[in-house]
Structures are given as C-alpha cells and as structure tokens.
Nanobody
C-alpha cells in the first residue's frame, strides 16, 4: 500500500512560481508511474504531468507545457512539480497519484494541496 503526502500549495500572484512536493512511502516505487492531477471547482479532474520513476520519462498536459516541470528524487522518494508563470486558471486542488506501472490506472492518491493564483 503506497501512501502519498503532498505539500507546497498556497496563495500566489499571477506570474509567480510554486513548487509542490509529494512524498511516497509504503511500496517499491521503481516500476511506478507518478502523476500530478488538478481539479478546480465545478470542473473535471485534469491531468497535469507524469514521470516514470525508473528512467525519468516525463509527460505533460497541454495547458502546462513549457511552464511546469515534474521531477523526482529517488533518495527522498519524492516527486516535485515546479510551477512557473502561474495563471489564475491554474487555481485548483493538486493531487499526487501513483500507478503500479505505466499501463495501470492510478491506484493511489494523496489528499491534495490547494493552489490559488490571484490576478
């Protein structure tokens, strides 16, 4: 059973940067795909970014390409989401998720962290 704990959310102004962290525990992560998703009030959950724990291949949603960067620190079992040039439309609850392998659905989810971007 993998546990995920996010942190790093907050209130920032448009154009600012923020880094989210997701600490994973309780499992062997080498085969996992780690992802970040977000959900704004009244909207569907949206894919933001993902990274293969082994190999580090990264994937991004169209709305964040060029602004957000996902990375991982193996020693700390932590996945990061560096968010630059934030926009008000980036306001959402951000969730970290883990899939046992790249072909699986995301089985484990964190509790979420709120990101609010003011204009």
């Amino acid at each position: 059973q993998v546990q995920l704990v996010e942190s790093g959310g907050g209130l920032v102004e448009a154009g600012d940067s923020l880094r989210l962290s997701c600490v994973a525990s309780g499992g062997t992560l080498s085969s996992y795909m780690m992802g970040w998703f977000r959900q704004a009030p009244g909207k569907e959950r949206e894919f933001v970014a993902a990274i293969r724990w082994s190999g580090g291949n990264t994937y991004y949603g169209d709305s964040v390409k060029g602004r957000f960067t996902i990375s991982r620190d193996n020693a700390k079992a932590t996945v990061y989401l560096q968010m630059n040039a934030l926009k008000p439309e980036d306001t959402a609850v951000y969730y970290c998720a883990a899939a046992p392998n790249p072909m699986s659905s995301y089985s484990y989810w964190g509790q979420g962290t709120q990101v609010t971007v003011s204009s």
